[in-house]
């Protein structure tokens, strides 16, 4: 059974920085392109980042503005997302996914990604 679990939100200050984690099991870890994406209360689901399967490549979303890093550690079997000067728009329910079919240039498709966590809530206050 496929499992992706997200950790580290919280609240956290304006200004401030979070590294949200993403722990997998039940798949072979290296084999699969990660992607986090997040979603604001009633908003639809967006893109943030993703990162190749070796970790060699990388692709943010243009809108991130260069404060979001993705990471991943495949002896660890964990994805990572650091997140600095975090603003109040950033407040929104994280997740992680994992795509064993990926290619960059469709990175921003949910329908790319064939496992989800359950999302960690990050709030930011001003």
């Known amino acids: 059974q496929v499992q992706l679990v997200e950790s580290g939100g919280g609240l956290v200050q304006a200004g401030g920085s979070l590294r949200l984690s993403c722990a997998a099991s039940?798949?072979?870890?290296?084999?699969?392109?990660m992607g986090w994406f997040r979603q604001a209360p009633g908003k639809e689901r967006k893109f943030v980042a993703a990162?190749?399967?070796?970790?060699?490549?990388?692709y943010a979303a243009d809108s991130m503005n260069g404060r979001f890093t993705i990471s991943r550690d495949n002896a660890k079997n964990t994805a990572y997302l650091q997140i600095n000067s975090l603003k109040p728009e950033d407040t929104a329910v994280y997740y992680c996914?994992?795509?064993?079919?990926?290619?960059?240039?469709?990175?921003?498709?949910?329908?790319?990604?064939?496992?989800w966590g359950q999302g960690t809530q990050v709030t930011v206050s001003s």
């Open positions: 996914a994992a795509s064993n079919r990926f290619t960059f240039g469709r990175a921003a498709l949910l329908t790319q990604y064939d496992y």
């Open positions: 039940g798949l072979t870890f290296s084999s699969y392109a």
């Open positions: 990162i190749s399967r070796s970790g060699g490549s990388t």
